[in-house]
């Protein structure tokens, strides 16, 4: 290296030893906070992942959470369609309870009694298939209040969420048979609100400054609907399933949140899924909506944040998805995932991902428990009381450390 170099060199050097102290000096209020934020031994001042049941909603602020974004075939990754709605007011709702969701719901670590709204879009077993589990299973998650259920009547009374209600607490006699006189059974109540799936932007829900109204959607049969949340000058729109239709695309306009269902593409229904052409045409473009028909309502709609679910969302779909909806909208959009989670104020819409805690349990009882109404206890035959055995050598100790621990005194059923 010659002179000259090396004077040209350490010019350099001393330059950007310069321009460093200047930067340094310059930030040294958040380069402070950047290291403070960086220590080994202090939280980090902003988690852009989402732990539930860890952060405050502001008295402003809309969470929602999607717990099933999937289709009707089961897959560990994705449930079926449920999304959660929390407000800063303390409010929570449940739109579509689809197959698979509710473990995704426990994990939201919300106790079971403010769980007691549920909204169904219509009765495919994608969007209703974890309602028992929801509903008698609450009541092992210490859910205290009846569960509030509402949806669109049918085409006939036969085909409505009454009928269907009244169906399901048949088909679950012995369940309930089982619990009703053994336990606090008021989370196993069942409280069913049918309204006309013709409604054109029917208030069904208007408590507590939130309004819930109904549009009809295109789906299926006779009696799917679409909802419109509003509560602080927020608009949530749950389009549940349905083609594009006129009543959409008017009252969802400009919502700050409009969830549409984005479906496969035929062409991976056929390849992916086994269709054959015409079928997946049927299905994809004619029974629910395509991801270049979601672009289309979206650009009309010209919601703050579209988001489309109702697909498979893997490395390999997603991309073709977002390019085809890119064919017909540019506006802000969101491919749904289960757990990701929507912040939003009128100022701010945030998009995360959410960190799950496995071994969640069940949130203890926010209120008393009272005793069970044992007039409902249904007992065993004497056939199969004859068949039991007490093993009061094992099941005394049992007893016994209970009542030492809890001061009582009480009694095996099965004492032989
Ligand atoms: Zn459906
Ligand atoms: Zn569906």
Redesign the pocket.
Known sequence: MSRRSLRVAATGLSLLALLGLAYLLGRSDSMTAEARAASPVEALAERDVYYPGSEDLGPDEMRIVALGTG??SARPKQA??CFLVELGNGDKFLFDI?SGCHERLAAQKIPYDFLDKVFFGHL?V??MGDLPTFWLGGTTMNRLTPLRVWGPSGGTPELGTQHAMELMKQMYAWDIGTRSGVIDFRGGELEVHEFPFDGVNEVIFDENDVVIRSIPAVHGLDGAVSFILEWNGLTFVYG??TLPNKWYIEHAKGADIAIH?CFLPPTLLVTKQGFDPLEALNVGTQG?TSPEQFGKVMSLVEPRLAIGY?FFNDFDTEPDVRSRVRKTYDGPLALAMDYMVFNVTRDDIRVRMSAIDEEVWPSPPLKAKLPPDTANAIPFSEFTKSGALGFPEVVGPIYDEINEIYGTDYEPVFKE
């Open positions: 289709m009707p079926a369609a689809g495919h994608d969007h549940s399933d269902e629910h109702h």
